[in-house]
């Protein structure tokens, strides 16, 4: 896919799904803003980045839940290419917890990175989107877990499901896409929020993927996913949830 010349924005890009697109845009030609916390992961993923077409990545490290720093990665990005093409809404995490455990500030916390922040930043890229006709590609869980301990987690994955659809309606009229791209369990850091040991990450994955009738998903197939839903090969595609869970998937 042609993406030469394309303006990125990829948040969560320091790590997993989101380092993963961010290489793989790079890779078609995209110029990419890359956005994330961890400066050192940020660096080594800019530096792979630059290494398709010798163009570095504008990198934004910033906690995305802090006051004005959705503004930051939309300005720096405008100042630096000048237009924005496509929004990947990537940041995320998840705890494991119930209505009992789960003080306000976990459920601000949840709520600010994995809903407020995409809605603030699709919001900030909409006049930049509409002069492209770009388009938004969300990131979320590929099913609502009714189960205890995922309260939080389905909630903000209905949540995201009805931003893509109605957000995607809102958006149309201008010309703008906004899809989802919705993994079963990708091999990442996610679980590092489960309070799973790293040296047992490998092991949990394995078994999780035994107890379910999914593979596991590496990071570069989603990626490729999210590649597809950004293209400009459908300008018809837009208010979709794409499913990457072996079949294990319902909402
Ligand atoms: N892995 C799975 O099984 C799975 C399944 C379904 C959906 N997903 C979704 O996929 C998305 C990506 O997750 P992943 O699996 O790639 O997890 P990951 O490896 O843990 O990556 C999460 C990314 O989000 C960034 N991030 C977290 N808090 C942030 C904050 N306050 N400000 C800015 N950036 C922040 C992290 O940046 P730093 O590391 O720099 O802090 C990191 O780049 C998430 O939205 C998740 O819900 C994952």
Redesign the pocket.
Known sequence: MNLKGKVVIV????????AATAKLFASHGALVTA????EV??KQVADICKTYHGIQPLCVR????EDGSCEEVVNKTVETYKKIDVLVN?????IVSSLFENSMDTFDDLVS??LRVPYKLCQLCVPYLKLTKGNVVN????KCVHRPGFLLSAILCSALQCFTVSGSRDLSCEGIRMNAVR????R???L?NFNVDEDLMDLTYNELANTQPQVINE?EDVAKMILFLAGYEHPNLTGNNLFLGGGATSC
């Open positions: 948040t969560g890009a320091s790590s997993g799904i989101g956005v994330g916390r961890d992961r940020l910033v906690d995305l839940t990537c940041a995320g995490k998840t990175l994995n990131v979320f869980g590929n993994p079963g369990l990708t990442t850091h996610f590092a990071p």
